[in-house]
T-cell receptor, first 111, second 113 residues
Framework: KQEVTQIPAALSVPEGENLVLNCSFT??????LQWFRQDPGKGLTSLLL???SQREQTSGRLNASLDKSSGRSTLYIAASQPGDSATYLC??????????WGAGTKLIIKP | DVKVTQSSRYLVKRTGEKVFLECVQD?????MFWYRQDPGLGLRLIYF???????EKGDIPEGYSVSREKKERFSLILESASTNQTSMYLC????????????FGEGSWLTVV
């Protein structure tokens, strides 16, 4: 059974730092991996989607990588800003077209 | 701009009441989902639907039912609300093929007292 893990559960860094969020999954048979952002009390917003045949995707200051063979993805945030404070979730779409979710990393950027 | 709208943002209901949570999407998506989100447990899938009048159980369907009479609308029903159903409920939709972005509503906070 596919399991998705995000470590750490929470992270606090000073403004301006570059940072990496981690996502790991146990079964490499995935269609894609997605990263989402969730602000407190709100729904989720899709940030990046990486197809299984891709190695990475970029959007502005965000870069997501995917290593299927090792079951790992990272979300790199460059030059972090207080507005980046949120919970970041990853999810993999498995061979049954179902999304399997990590529990998220709560990120706090200190001004 | 794509939109998934959950009609109720905050609800307080009494134990035993019947509760309806409504979700509407304007993107002509085939697939719609209901999740609940609890601290430390992440998102858990309650029910999903791949087409009108079609429904499939997710990981935690007990105590819930759904209705999809029209393509754009997916309703979650709590037949007899209980305190352990106090949670944040999230509706989502996506196109009917794998690998498409999933879009979420703003969420409905339900408190059962």
């Amino acid at each position: 059974k596919q399991e998705v893990t995000q470590i750490p559960a929470a992270l606090s860094v000073p403004e301006g730092e570059n940072l990496v969020l981690n996502c790991s999954f146990t079964d490499s048979a995935i269609y894609n991996l997605q990263w989402f952002r969730q602000d407190p009390g709100k729904g989720l917003t899709s940030l990046l989607l990486i197809q299984s045949s891709q190695r990475e995707q970029t959007s502005g200051r965000l870069n997501a990588s995917l290593d299927k063979s090792s079951g790992r993805s990272t979300l790199y945030i460059a030059a972090s800003q207080p507005g980046d404070s949120a919970t970041y979730l990853c999810a993999v779409e498995d061979s049954n077209y179902q999304l399997i979710w990590g529990a998220g990393t709560k990120l706090i950027i200190k001004p | 701009d794509v939109k998934v709208t959950q009609s109720s943002r905050y609800l307080v209901k009494r134990t035993g009441e019947k509760v309806f949570l409504e979700c509407v999407q304007d993107m002509d998506h085939e697939n719609m989902f209901w999740y609940r989100q609890d601290p430390g447990l992440g998102l858990r899938l309650i029910y999903f639907s791949y087409d009108v009048k079609m429904k499939e159980k997710g990981d935690i369907p007990e105590g819930y039912s759904v209705s999809r009479e029209k393509k754009e609308r997916f309703s979650l029903i709590l037949e007899s609300a209980s305190t352990n159903q106090t949670s944040m409920y999230l509706c989502a939709s996506t196109q009917g093929v794998p690998g498409n972005t999933i879009y979420f509503g703003e969420g409905s906070w339900l408190t059962v007292v």
